[in-house]
């Protein structure tokens, strides 16, 4: 079965801390992305990767960084989280830009 | 880039009853998903349909790529069908993008 498992449900981090939000497939699959959903904005693209050690920004990449140093990772980085922050982070992957898409369950990402 | 919109925005159903929702994409496209998020926020696949019907138990989907929409049905609504129902289709400036329709929210009453 399809899997994408991302490291945390929720996480309450303080205003200024380095935050690290991991996401890891089961399934091959090159791509991998990662968005947050936030009321009455939608869904909407932060970073993703292609291959490894390749990312390519999204529509809201600042403030983020990425990781993908192993095929089946792809790492969410907030340098110094912030308020704005708090969001719900959604991760994917995909076996290439066509394909199927299959999400984590979320991580609930509290700032305070 | 590609607009998608998704109809009705808000839908309350009795238990037992049959819907259809709409997403609408402003231009052509070679994939559509389907989506589920739960209450918990997990997005669960649905279908992957760039056109014609598919069926999975109680929910049917058909895409007409040619006139640019996509309908989900829901059939016989339990309480657990409830959440928020999102098509997706990939972004004509470049493949790995996706953008999302803005949403079906669906609350099924017992």
């Known amino acids: 079965d399809v899997k994408v498992t991302q490291s945390s449900r929720y996480l309450v981090k303080r205003t200024g801390e380095k935050v690290f939000l991991e996401c890891v497939q089961d399934?091959?699959?090159?791509?991998m992305f990662w968005y947050r959903q936030d009321p009455g904005l939608g869904l909407r693209l932060i970073y993703f990767?292609?291959?490894?050690?390749?990312?390519e920004k999204g529509d809201i990449p600042e403030g983020y960084s990425v990781s993908r140093e192993k095929k089946e990772r792809f790492s969410l980085i907030l340098e110094s989280a912030s308020t704005n922050q708090t969001s719900m982070y959604l991760c994917?992957?995909?076996?290439?830009?066509?394909?199927?898409?299959?999400f984590g369950q979320g991580t609930r990402l509290t700032v305070v | 880039g590609i607009q998608v919109e998704q109809s009705p925005p808000d839908l309350i159903l009795q238990e037992g009853a049959n819907s259809t929702l709409r997403c609408n994409f402003s231009?052509?496209?070679?994939?559509l998903q389907w989506f589920h998020q739960n209450p918990w926020g997990q997005l669960i696949n649905l279908f992957y349909?760039?056109?014609g019907t598919k069926q999975n138990g109680r929910l049917s989907a058909t895409t007409v790529a040619t006139e640019r929409y996509s309908l989900l049905y829901i059939s016989s609504s339990q309480t657990t069908d409830s959440g928020v129902y999102f098509c997706?289709?990939?972004?004509?400036?470049?493949?790995?993008?996706?953008?999302f329709g803005t949403g079906t929210k669906l609350q099924v009453i017992p």
């Open positions: 994917a992957s995909s076996l290439d830009g066509l394909d199927e898409a299959f």
């Open positions: 399934m091959d699959h090159e791509n």
């Open positions: 990767s292609y291959d490894v050690k390749m990312k």
């Open positions: 231009d052509s496209v070679n994939n």
């Open positions: 349909i760039p056109s």
């Open positions: 997706a289709v990939p972004n004509s400036g470049g493949y790995q993008k996706v953008t």
